[in-house]
Each structure stands twice: as structure tokens, then as C-alpha cells.
């Protein structure tokens, strides 16, 4: 994916297992951030920053789905552990991860292996990716993903 280029519909179930799809919510401004796993220091971090952001980012009419290879019972469980606003994303086969580039080959202390490579999206309300950020850095990056948000919607 990249910054201009069309996002094809999709379609997920989310931690009540009810499916959100892209046609559903396109007309919004949507914040898609790819995380590598449940309840796990890094993860937990940005979970809980988008959570304390997110009337902000509400208010910017915009819409924030995380997504992650578990499934919606590990999600419904991270959400209760830890007071989770935002709407989680189960992507158990990986396809949505893959269409957006975030399922990468990793490498830890010598070892390679497939993974989610920490990345956010923001889609524009006609379905464009309007701006992205891989290999995320959690502190400080909701920061960033507000500032751009309000530049995009300001041609700032």
C-alpha cells in the first residue's frame, strides 16, 4: 500500500464478532494500525494510548481499528483486562495484514520469521490510504497520527 493508492473493501469481525467491513464505515476519516499481538507490553501501550485519544480522534470523525492475528476472544479478554475502547480487528488468516504489507519477514537475536511489522494507516473518507507510518515506534506515535489526522483534514 501506499500513500494515494486505493484500499480494497474488506471485511473482519471485530471482538463481539459481529463483521466490519470498509463499506460500512468509508466516509470517515479510519485509523488502521496493524499491532503484533494481545496483551503484550508494546501492544498494550498503543492499545491504551488510542483509547485515551480516542474522543479526540472522534471528534475528527474518525474511526480507530487495531488489528492483530488473534481472534475475538483473545481480543474481548484484552479488552476487559485492560478497559480498551477502541474496536479491535480479528485478522486470523493474516489476509488484511498481507494486503497492506504489514505480515513482513522479522529477524530476533538471529531468527527469521514471519510477523506483523508495526504499521498504521489513515484512510482518507474515500477509501485512499492519505498517509502511513511502518516499523512503529510506539512512544510518542498517536502524537504524530493526531497531528497528521488534523493536517490532512486542515490541507495544512
Not at 494515494?4 to 463483521?19: I, W
Not at 499491532?35 to 508494546?42: A, F, R, S
Not at 510506539?138 to 504524530?144: A, E, P, R, Y
Request: hydrophobic residues 40%; proline residues 4%; glycine residues 8%.
Amino acid at each position: 500500500m501506499k500513500v494515494g493508492g486505493s484500499v480494497a473493501d474488506f471485511c473482519l469481525p471485530n471482538q463481539d464478532e459481529e463483521e466490519i467491513c470498509l463499506r460500512d464505515i468509508k466516509g470517515k476519516w479510519i485509523i488502521l494500525y496493524f499491532y503484533p499481538k494481545d496483551n503484550t507490553p508494546g501492544c498494550t501501550t498503543e492499545a491504551c494510548d488510542f483509547t485515551e485519544a480516542l474522543d479526540e480522534f472522534e471528534k475528527l470523525d474518525a474511526v480507530i481499528l487495531g488489528v492483530s492475528p488473534d481472534s475475538p476472544k483473545k481480543h474481548r479478554d484484552f479488552i476487559k483486562q485492560k478497559s480498551l475502547k477502541v474496536t479491535l480487528l480479528a485478522d486470523e488468516a493474516k489476509e488484511l495484514a498481507k494486503a497492506f504489507g504489514a505480515w513482513k519477514l522479522k529477524k530476533n537475536y538471529g531468527k527469521e520469521y514471519m510477523g506483523i511489522n508495526r504499521s498504521t494507516f489513515i484512510i482518507d473518507p474515500d477509501g485512499k490510504i492519505a498517509a502511513l507510518w511502518e516499523g512503529v515506534k510506539v512512544k510518542g506515535h498517536i502524537d504524530g497520527v493526531k497531528e497528521k489526522l488534523l493536517a490532512l483534514q486542515y490541507k495544512i
